[in-house]
């Protein structure tokens, strides 16, 4: 009798250790699963962010290239005055995506060459005295643009392993 109690008991305490191991093996998959998926999120707004402000940052150029082309021709002044409400509306579009950069990324290297792009790239306006000066421009803003995407690329790189702030405490 006595040893079918111990028997019993040992195949209760059994069932209930499995159930906890089994209950916190669980728990650990559970968490592991929302931190990829929030590591999955972050990367997901990041490269978001870095897009957008390429993008912004390339049709400002471009606005810039063409007022710099209708200065330097001597368009008429109402083109002009359309040329320049056109690059201020692009030049207002680099805000939003700028902004959202420096919220999610604190890479040093990300955030110098987004600025690098983003002067070189409003430097365009200051270059139109020659056509020289104002395609000069240009190549230097499309070189920072360039180096901006790689540097922002090896930033994303799936090789590189970097913690979010929710893993670093865990």
Same mark, same amino acid.
């Given at each position: 009798?006595? %040893?079918? /109690?111990?028997? +019993? *008991?040992?195949?209760?305490? &059994?069932? =209930?250790? !499995?159930?906890?191991?089994?209950? @916190?093996?669980?728990?650990?998959?559970?968490?592991?699963?929302?931190?990829?998926?929030?590591?999955?999120?972050?990367?997901?707004?990041?490269?978001?962010?870095?897009?957008?402000?390429?993008?912004?940052?390339?049709?400002?150029?471009?606005?810039?290239?063409?007022?710099?082309? %209708?200065? /330097?021709?001597? +368009? *008429?002044?109402?083109?002009? &005055?359309? =040329?320049? !409400?056109?690059?201020?509306?692009? @030049?207002?579009?680099?805000?939003?995506?700028?902004?959202?950069?420096?919220?999610?990324?604190?890479?040093?290297?990300?955030?110098?060459?987004?600025?690098?792009?983003?002067?070189?790239?409003?430097?365009?306006?200051?270059?139109?005295?020659?056509?020289?000066?104002?395609?000069? %421009?240009?190549?230097?803003?499309? *070189?920072?643009?360039?180096?901006?995407?790689?540097?922002?690329?090896?930033?994303?790189?799936?090789?590189?392993?970097?913690?979010?702030?929710?893993?670093?405490?865990?």
């Amino acid at each position: 009798m006595a %040893a079918t /109690l111990v028997t +019993a *008991a040992l195949a209760i305490v &059994a069932t =209930l250790l !499995g159930a906890l191991v089994s209950g @916190r093996f669980q728990e650990r998959a559970v968490e592991r699963s929302l931190h990829i998926s929030h590591d999955e999120a972050i990367r997901r707004d990041r490269l978001e962010a870095i897009t957008a402000l390429a993008c912004a940052i390339s049709a400002h150029r471009t606005a810039m290239w063409w007022r710099g082309d %209708a200065v /330097l021709n001597k +368009a *008429a002044a109402e083109r002009i &005055a359309a =040329l320049r !409400g056109e690059s201020r509306l692009t @030049r207002s579009a680099v805000t939003r995506p700028l902004i959202a950069l420096r919220v999610l990324i604190e890479d040093p290297a990300v955030r110098a060459a987004a600025d690098r792009m983003i002067t070189l790239t409003y430097a365009i306006r200051d270059a139109y005295t020659t056509t020289g000066e104002l395609t000069a %421009a240009r190549e230097a803003a499309v *070189a920072a643009h360039d180096d901006f995407v790689d540097t922002a690329a090896r930033y994303l790189s799936p090789a590189r392993t970097r913690l979010t702030p929710a893993r670093e405490t865990s």
